[in-house]
Every structure is written in C-alpha cells, then in structure tokens.
C-alpha cells in the first residue's frame, strides 16, 4: 500500500484495556523435566511495530509474542489509522498507509510506557505528533526527558502541556549530534527511528548496546535506512528520502530465557531451553557460573539443571545489575531469587532503576530472608526452603519470580495478579505444565485498569 491510498474512516475509540483480575493456583515442589521453546523478545517486537509507522508499505514481523503488551500497542496503532494483521503463526503485518490521527492519548500511554516510541516516527514521517507523557502529569521515576531532548536535537519543537507533549518539525527534523548523559534503551531507539528520515547525519553517543536495538537497526536497514554501530556505545544515521516495507524475524526472548533457567535453579529438575541466542545471556550465564549452577550450551540451547527444594544449595555471590553486556536490571529479580538458594550472605546492587528491589517484600511470604537496606541494594540470607504462601503480583518481572517460589514451594500457593504476568510471558501457563509444573489461574471477579 502507497501513502496516497484512500483515507481511511477516523476510528479511535477509547477501549480501556480492562485486564480481567485473576489468580494463579500452584501446587508447588515437583522438579521440571523437558524442554521449552523461547519465543519471540518483547523489547525488539514493540519498538519494530513503532517502526511500522515510518512507511506506508507493509512491514512484516515474524515471531512476535503472543502477550498482552502487543495487544496494547497493536490497539494503539489501529486507533491511528494502522491496519495490523496478526497470524496464529506470530505473524504480524503493519501497513501504515494513512496515519490520519497524530494523536496518542493517556488512555494508550497510560497501559504501557513503550507507546511513547511512537513520538520518534511519526514525528519524523508525518512531522508532528501529539503524545502524552507516560505518566500523564506525574514526573515519575521513569522519565521521557531524554526522548524529547534527542528530538529537540534533531530539530523538533516540542511543548509541553496538561501531560501532552505537542511535537512538530517544520520541514524535514535535520541530522545531529544527540549525546545522552547517560545509556537509556528507548531514548536510543526512539532518537533512531526519527533519524532515520532526517535530513543529513545523526550520531547517538553513548547509544544502548542491548540487542534489541541491534535488532531494531536490522529492521531499519532492510527498511532502506541507514544505520550503522560504528563504536560499541555509538550509532551513526545517514538519513534517507523515504522508507520501503520488509519482513524481520524478532530475536528471541533473552529475559524470558533468564527466568526459565531461573526455574530450573530455584524449583530443581533439569530442562532445555531451546531457540535462545547464548551470546545475549553472557551476563546472566555469569552468575550461574559463579554460584555454581550446572548449565550447558550446545548452539541455540541451554540446559540447566537445579537442586531440588531442600536438596543442596548453590554459592552466595554479589551481583551489580548494569546496562548491556553486563546483568541486565530485567533479570535482577530472577539471580535475586536463585540467592535465596545460596549458603551465606549475597548482596544485590541494581544500578538502572531505583525501584526495582519492592519485588524482595512477597518472597518474604515464602521464608526467604531478605533486607532491603536502600533502594539500590538488598542483603538475602540463605539458604532457604520456600514454604507455600500467598502472594501479591505488583509488576511483570517481580511477578514472574514470585511464581517460580511458588511453583519451588511444596503445597498450595496463590498467587493473586497473575495478569501481570501476561503482558510479558506467552503462554506461560502451558509452557510451566509441558514442563510438568501444577499450575491453574482462576479469576477474581473485580476489574481493573492495567
Ligand atoms: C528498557 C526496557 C526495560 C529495561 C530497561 C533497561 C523496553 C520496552 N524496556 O526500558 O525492560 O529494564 O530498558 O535495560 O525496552 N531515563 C531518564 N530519562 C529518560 C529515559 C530514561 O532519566 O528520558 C533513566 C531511567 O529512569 C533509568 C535509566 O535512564 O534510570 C535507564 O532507563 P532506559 O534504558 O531508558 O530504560 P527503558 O528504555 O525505559
């Protein structure tokens, strides 16, 4: 499809994402045995939907996960005007012929914070977008600042008011010189997918070295862009005319990966974990190294055998979360929880955000032995046998990791907020069960906004 097809009918409606509250039933203690396929990274498939929006021919993306903050940005982009065409295969075709609504509203930015990748394109392709900030007027922990400035660099005018930012490029946004005080993942990639249609040359410095931006610049290049890592922590954009539609395989999962080899550690039994890139989970695979837990690598599979509850435990190490290629913060919450099965005293030291430790305060219902000593670092005392509790699930990964106490516990545990956990596991249910985990989700009656 060209950009100069016919306009399609104005068709946003405020749809909230209403997740259906529910609980998780485990039945905790019995080791893993099989194998488990990863699918496709959250993190790269997100970003390369935004990219969707840079063409009006179609993108094809193969593997995409089939998770609940797809769902989200595929919404999104359907209120603007995208036609998005999903397969049971994880097949997603994007064709953003007629993007006639430059709008993203809180409703979208308030369910998940990567709708915000949306400013760089469409401000690049269209030359202005209105978005609202993530956190709508709330100066969070997590800010955006970093996006806007990188626009700004590139040309862009940018107000804000009332939680929206209103953005607008008079002509093409122009090639620079965008110099980040620090790394930030999508500051990277948003600041990419604007270059990449600028005028002229950018360079990002210092630009995320995590693969799925890797994989985002692959994408591109097969969309006719121009980009290439000419340094380890720098990116160069030649900008070009316009953009042609390309199918892209999305890079497996390395976070999903880390949690499964993380159950097979905490819960015991040995499984496979296949289809996962070893060259992205050398700061993971470190830890396991370091305390001691039997893994191997043969190609794209690893294989991890774990100490049954009760049965042995593993080394007390400190870890230090660090942006790539050291431990990725997403995975502090999985080698948290294998400490809980070391001999000793560990310490955890997270580096990126300052609210990332809250998760320790539900593994206390399990038995573990846990001080949060400041926001950036907590002191677990091992080892522990988890004894079957009840749980709350605040967030995704904290919430993936009380499961696998859960499901390392022997009893019945409930664990309430399983819905979290689906905007970034598939299936994650069926996965657990082919590896002969006990597990069921019933409903809780109430609903909620994500
Ligand atoms: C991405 C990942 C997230 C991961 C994180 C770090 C996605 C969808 N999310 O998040 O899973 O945990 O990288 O690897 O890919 N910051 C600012 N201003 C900004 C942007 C960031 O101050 O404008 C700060 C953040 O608060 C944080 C640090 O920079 O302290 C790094 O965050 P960043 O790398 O940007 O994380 P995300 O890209 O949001």
Redesign the pocket.
């Known amino acids: 499809m060209s950009d100069q097809s016919a306009p399609k009918p104005f068709s946003w409606e405020y749809r909230p994402t209403v997740l259906a509250k529910e609980a998780f039933h485990i039945a905790g203690g019995r080791p893993l045995s099989g194998s488990v396929r990863v699918s496709g990274a959250k ?1 790269a498939a ?2 390369m939907m935004a990219a969707s929006v840079l063409t009006g021919e179609t993108l094809r993306l193969e593997n995409v996960p089939e998770i609940l903050d797809i769902e989200v940005l595929r919404d999104t982009l359907r209120d603007l005007g995208v036609a998005v065409e999903r397969e049971s295969d994880g097949t997603m075709d994007l064709t953003a012929g007629d993007v006639e609504w430059l709008f993203v509203p809180l409703e979208a930015a308030a369910k998940m ?2 709708s915000f990748m949306l400013l760089g394109p469409l401000l690049a392709r269209f030359g202005r977008v209105i978005i609202s900030n993530p956190g709508g007027d709330r100066i969070g ?7 806007v400035d990188a626009m700004r660099a590139l040309g862009a005018e940018i107000d804000y008011r009332d939680g929206y930012y209103f953005a607008k490029s008079s002509g093409r946004l122009r090639g620079a010189e965008i110099t980040f005080p ?6 990277t990639e948003n600041a990419m997918l604007a270059a990449v249609l600028a005028k002229g040359t950018t360079r990002i410095q210092p630009a ?1 070295r ?1 693969p ?1 931006v890797d994989d985002l610049i692959t994408l591109l290049n097969a969309m006719g862009a121009q980009v290439q890592r000419t340094a380890p922590d720098v990116i160069e954009i030649q900008g070009v005319d316009a953009l042609h539609g390309a199918t892209h395989h999305v890079m497996p999962d390395r976070i999903e990966a880390g949690t499964f080899a993380t159950a097979a550690a905490v819960i015991g039994g040995s499984i496979e974990i296949t289809e996962i890139e070893p060259a992205h989970l050398g700061g993971f695979l470190q830890v396991l190294e370091r305390m001691g837990v039997e893994h191997s690598v043969t190609g794209n599979t690893l294989r991890v055998s774990g100490l049954p509850q009760g049965e042995g435990s593993y080394k007390a190490v400190d870890i230090t979360t660090a ?1 790539y290629p050291g431990l ?3 995975l502090q919450p999985s080698a948290g929880l294998i400490l809980t099965r070391a001999s000793g005293v560990s310490n955890i030291h997270e580096t ?2 300052e609210d990332r430790l809250e998760w320790l305060v539900g593994l206390r219902n399990f038995g573990a032995q846990v001080e949060i000593l400041d926001p950036r670092h907590a002191r677990i005392s091992g080892p522990t046998t988890f004894t079957a509790a009840e749980a709350d699930i605040p967030d995704l990964r904290a919430g993936a990791t009380l499961m696998l106490a859960a499901l390392a516990a022997p009893g019945e545990s409930r664990i309430h907020g399983a819905h979290h956990v689906r905007r970034g596991y598939a299936t994650i249910e069926e996965k657990f069960r082919g590896l002969g985990a006990e597990l069921t989700h019933v409903s809780e009656e109430e609903k909620s906004p994500a």
């Open positions: 993190n997100l970003k914070r990567a922990r997590r800010p955006v600042n970093l996006h620090h790394v930030t993942v999508m500051g995320a995590e799925e942006p990725a913060t997403d990126i955000f």
